[in-house]
């Protein structure tokens, strides 16, 4: 049965008596509410009223109290007494003030509309509470929930915070749910614990979010979430799953702070696109991690990151920077399969090969090549050959032209070129030597190693870093033709391009080369024409016993490749 205005006034009438006296604005705003929804937004001027109900308990009739609830230091808190605690569809003025006020019983303000700043700053919610399609409509408000404490669930499906929200030192103690919610201003939830689960699933937050060192129980949920601005979660404890869904950082200029986070059980950030940068510095994931499908626009830092029960990456895709791994620690093998990682490099100079990081610098390169390095070791670790090899690849191919020099350190070289001309008329062969030897040789801060630089692109183009079949095997047989035609220079006209082919052919069978049999001998004799001593022994010129020679290396130099090709594919030991 529901109470009267009447009744209502009969049963509160001490309280509102002391209230009349001593808090007038209280008094009024109490009898505006006790005569129902329609009279209240009828009657009520949204820009100069103010609706108070601080520092007041509100009992539903009939319901147990807590001993659990702290009322306070102040003896002048009344207690009002009535049947529901009803806000619902109520429409409340510029400055609403909630602060201070107890709410025994289940409490209403579903689809209630705050016009202004509204207050539930050290509030108290002893059982169920719900603002479910509320909106707090004005932007320059500021909606104050500070230090509240919710012993009950706390329903905010659908609600629209148009200006500040502030959550700071919140305890939600019961199930959560902030689903499909519209922060249009900056929101805080610093220092909140959430003592359940906690579903802030389609949220949208359009400014400034802020989770730090937030407590998160048990799970929390944040799927197909979307932030627009910072967002910081940034030494957050989250003892339950943590699930980011499909959640977009539309954060176009500003960060995703993900560090310091300790994470106790599973987190899930699967399909998630980060389009700005991110940072898990120094988190520690005692449960599996999982990035599967995630995308990376920008950078992405795990650096001194802890992963326990090891980390899913599996079809990720880094778009334009090479994330950051560096001091990563792996309890567990990582998952890579189908991760993707844009290539960093760039054409220089118009070569397929010579290509290098855009902007190249000497601390870029050593931090490029470092992040491949990591990726390496954590690809070794989960057994990935392949992506292994591409990213040894990777941390070569990163260095040119930052660490590695095709002739020294391009900055010196002119100054180099100017001591050898100055230098050239008094010691010529010596100044020539000691120009090399500092063009090979490293100088301590980091370069120029002219070696790698040519080593690192001969292995790049005649095997692809030791990956390709291909390559090896076209270079082989290539130079088999092009020294047939050369020993061509020394045969005798008799000689056919046949004969001369499998002259090198066998040349480049290394081991036939070197171990002359008598039909081998008898094909050198007929093809060169001379003998030795009368002897069936080839008598072949120095020039060309040394050029026959240089095959026989180069050769197996091809075949050592096309084998590793092998090796390296197969992972044979």
């Excluded at 520092?55 to 808190?77: A, L, P, Q, S, T």
């Excluded at 090399?436 to 301590?444: C, F, G, T, W």
């Excluded at 190693?449 to 291909?470: A, M, N, P, Q």
């Excluded at 499998?502 to 001998?521: D, E, H, K, P, T």
């Amino acid at each position: 049965m529901t109470l009267s205005y009447e009744e209502l006034v009969e049963l509160n009438r001490d309280a509102l008596e002391w209230l009349e006296r001593e808090r007038p604005i209280v008094h009024r705003t109490l009898l505006r509410w006790f005569r129902g929804q329609d009279y209240w937004n009828k009657n009520i001027d949204t820009d100069k009223y103010e609706a108070d109900f601080s520092f007041i308990v509100i009992i539903e009739r009939y319901r147990e109290r807590y001993d659990n609830i702290n009322i306070g230091k102040h003896n002048n808190i009344k207690e009002i007494i009535v049947d529901r605690i009803d806000f619902s569809n109520i429409i409340f003025p510029k400055r609403t003030n909630f602060h201070h006020t107890i709410f025994y019983g289940e409490v209403d303000f579903h689809n209630a509309t705050f016009s202004g700043n509204a207050d539930f700053s050290r509030a108290t919610f002893s059982n169920e509470v719900i603002f479910l399609g509320a909106t707090f409509s004005d932007k320059s408000g500021k909606i104050d929930f500070r230090a509240t404490i919710f012993y009950d669930n706390a329903a905010f499906t659908g609600a629209i915070f148009s200006g500040d929200a502030d959550f700071y030192g919140v305890t939600f103690s019961g199930i959560t749910d902030f689903q499909d919610v519209t922060f249009n201003g900056d929101v805080k939830f610093e220092k909140a614990v959430f003592n359940k689960k906690v579903f802030f699933n389609g949220s949208d937050f359009l400014e400034i979010a802020n989770f730090k060192n937030s407590h998160f129980k048990r799970e929390s949920y944040f799927i197909e979430v979307s932030f627009y601005k910072n967002i910081s979660f940034s030494k957050c404890i989250f003892d339950g799953i943590s699930n980011f869904t499909y959640s977009n950082f539309n954060i176009l200029n500003g960060i995703a702070n993900f560090s310091n986070i300790l994470f106790n059980s599973t987190s899930t950030y699967r399909r998630a696109k980060f389009l700005n940068s991110v940072d898990f510095e120094l988190s520690e994931f005692k449960g599996r991690a999982t990035f599967s499908e995630a995308e990376f626009y920008k950078e992405a830092r795990f650096s001194v990151c802890i992963f326990n029960k090891g980390v899913a990456l599996n079809g990720t895709y880094f778009h334009s920077n090479i994330p950051n791994l560096v001091e990563v620690d792996f309890h567990a093998a990582p998952m890579l399969d189908e991760v993707q990682i844009e290539d960093p490099l760039r054409k220089r100079g118009g070569s397929l090969s010579f290509r290098s990081l855009p902007n190249v610098t000497p601390q870029k390169a050593l931090d490029v090549s470092r992040r491949f390095r990591a990726l390496g070791k954590m690809a070794h670790e989960a057994r990935d050959w392949l992506n292994e090899m591409e990213f040894f690849a990777q941390e070569i191919r990163t260095r040119r032209f930052g660490m590695d020099f095709p002739l020294g350190e391009w900055r010196s070289l002119r100054k180099g070129l100017a001591w050898m001309v100055r230098q050239w008329r008094l010691q010529p062969l010596r100044t020539a030597t000691l120009w090399l030897a500092r063009r090979i040789n490293a100088s301590p801060h980091c370069g120029p190693r002219v070696g790698l630089f040519w080593f690192g692109w001969i292995y790049e183009t005649l095997s692809r870093f030791g990956r390709s079949f291909v390559r090896p095997c076209a270079g082989w047989v290539v130079s088999m033709f092009a020294f047939a035609m050369f020993y061509w220079l020394w045969a005798q006209k008799t000689a056919s391009f046949g004969d001369l082919l499998a002259v090198s052919f066998r040349q480049g069978l290394v081991i036939s080369g070197l171990v002359r049999s008598g039909y081998y001998q008898h094909l050198l004799t007929e093809v060169f024409g001379s003998v030795k001593n009368n002897h069936d022994i080839p008598d072949l010129p120095h020039c060309l016993f040394f050029w026959m020679n240089v095959q026989t290396v180069l050769s197996a130099f091809f075949l050592f490749l096309f084998f590793l090709a092998v090796r390296n594919h197969f992972r044979i030991r």
